[in-house]
Each structure stands twice: as C-alpha cells, then as structure tokens.
C-alpha cells in the first residue's frame, strides 16, 4: 500500500485519475468508492484542503462525464462516491487540527446523524419512502415481500442502516487514508493514535439522553440514531481490543479470531464491540492496564 500512496501523492494528474476512476466504477460496485475517498483524503492530510478541494472539483466533473456516456440505474440522484467525500473531508479537518482520531469519530458520527434527522424532517415517513426506494432499485422487490411495508423488518431500519453505512465508510476511508499517510511519514504513529481512540463519557451522557427524549415521541427516530451510536462506539471498543493486545505484549494473531467474526456475525459482533466501547468510556480500560 506503500507504493499506492505514493503513486496518489506523486503528482495532482495521478491523485485525479484515482479519484475519478474508482469513483465513477464505484457505480458497479459501491465498496470501490471507499479507493476514491481515501485518495482524497490522503491529499488532504498531506497537502491540505486546496489541493484536495481542486482533485474534489476535477474528479467530480469526470465522474459525471462518466455517467452520461454510462448511465446506471442506480435510483440515486448523484453518485454514492459523492455522500462519502463529505463526510470523509470533515473527520480529516477534525484529524489535521489536533492528530485526533476521537474528534474525527465524533465528527462523522455527527454528520449522519444530521443525516438521519435532514431525512425525517424532509420526507416525514422514511419507511415508506425506503420502501418506494427499493421497489425501484430492485425489480421485483413488492412481489418478493408480498407487497406489504409492515412485514419487512429490514425496510424499518434502512434510515438508521444508511446513516450507519455511510459512518462505517466514511471512517474505514480516513483510517486507510491515515493509515497510508503514517506508513509514509510517520512509521507507526496510525497505531499509537488508535489505541488511544476514547470518546469523552459527557458525550456518551449526551447520547443517552437524545435517544430517550427522541424514543418519547418518534420510535423510528430513535431506532435510526440508535444505529449510528452503535458505528460510533463500535470504533472505539475496537480500539481498546487493539489497546488490550498492545498493552499485554500479545501477539496480533489475536486480533485475527474477532475479525472474522465480524466478517461472518458482524449482527452479533459489531453491537458486542460497540457495547465494549460504551463500557470503555464508563469504566476506561486502558487507564487500567
């Protein structure tokens, strides 16, 4: 990954060229955006916000160029590569200001929760409109559920699995992206900033309280910002994991049973490390070690 950080900070042409390519492919398949946003976001950690807002305007005009000579039927109205700039550019401000990957955190958190509430104040009812959604993305779609909106759970949490997504995203990106970055310039120093990842306990206090209040009078409110609490401290119980292996000189083989649980039951392993997270900023475990 060396030399594919260095081919991106190599020259504008060549930050551009990956930018665009994976971003316009990204609408075959959207997980290649996240090559897209980490070009970005590496030019940005390493050159600042003008070099990275020019690669941003240029690579944007050639994805679009691409899409009118290609158009998909994605049922989107811009490219998903898009959604993910944004909130990708706001966790580097974060991270460029103080080297703090908590700070990011709690930024991009914030971003889809502003997301989760721009969709419930603009639409009203998300679930229908998801619904609607999917019945266009996917052909078939009403016939495979019999129709009918209140029989498919996973239509309820589509709002809140979004927001999430678009998190978990926007944060693999930028520790890729920081990741790159440290391997250039600053050997090691992704890892001593990881696993030190805490998110401060008013904010967890903070949390609690907005989905108590939001539970009183709008449930699918509630559920959808619950889901983006769980990216959030999903990133910080895996950051005391890593911190657990490094503190009790363990080897890192031991990191490798949890990832793949959370590749075959990220249903059960991703809400098990997001509840480490919350214990985390209650009981801190590092401080403890």
């Given at each position: ?170 944060m693999l990106t930028l520790f890729f992206a920081r990741w790159m970055q440290a391997a250039l310039f600053n050997p090691g120093g992704f890892a001593r900033e990881f ?95």
């Amino acid at each position: 990954m060396r030399a594919f950080a260095k081919f991106i900070l190599a020259g504008r042409l060549n930050a551009i060229f990956i930018a665009s390519f994976f971003g316009a492919v990204s609408v075959y398949s959207s997980p290649l955006a996240v090559f897209s946003a980490t070009a970005i976001a590496l030019v940005a950690l390493s050159k600042g916000f003008g070099e990275a807002f020019y690669v941003v305007a240029v690579s944007a005009i050639l994805i679009e160029i691409f899409e009118a000579f290609f158009p998909t039927s994605t049922s989107l109205p811009f490219p998903i590569v898009f959604a993910l700039w944004v909130p990708v550019l706001v966790g580097v401000w974060f991270l460029r200001s103080n080297a703090s990957q908590s700070s990011a955190l709690a930024a991009v958190a914030g971003l889809c929760a502003l997301f989760v509430l721009g969709m419930h104040l603009v639409i009203g009812d998300v679930v229908t409109w998801w619904a609607q959604w999917f019945e266009q993305a996917i052909p078939g779609f009403s016939d495979e559920t019999g129709g009918e909106i209140g029989s498919v759970d996973f239509i309820r949490l589509a709002n809140g699995f979004a927001a999430m997504f678009l998190g978990f995203g926007a944060m693999l990106t930028l520790f890729f992206a920081r990741w790159m970055q440290a391997a250039l310039f600053n050997p090691g120093g992704f890892a001593r900033e990881f696993v030190v990842l805490k998110l401060p306990r008013t904010l967890l206090i903070g949390i609690l309280v907005l989905l108590v209040a939001t539970g009183s009078f709008n449930q699918q409110l509630m559920s959808d910002l619950f889901m983006v609490s769980l990216m959030l401290y999903f990133f910080q119980g895996l950051g005391v994991l890593h911190a657990l292996v490094v503190h009790r000189g363990l080897s890192r083989h031991w990191l490798i049973a949890p990832y793949m649980g959370l590749f075959l039951l990220p249903q059960i392993l991703v809400p098990g490390m997001a509840l480490m997270g919350v214990a985390d900023s209650i009981v801190d475990f590092r401080s403890r070690q």
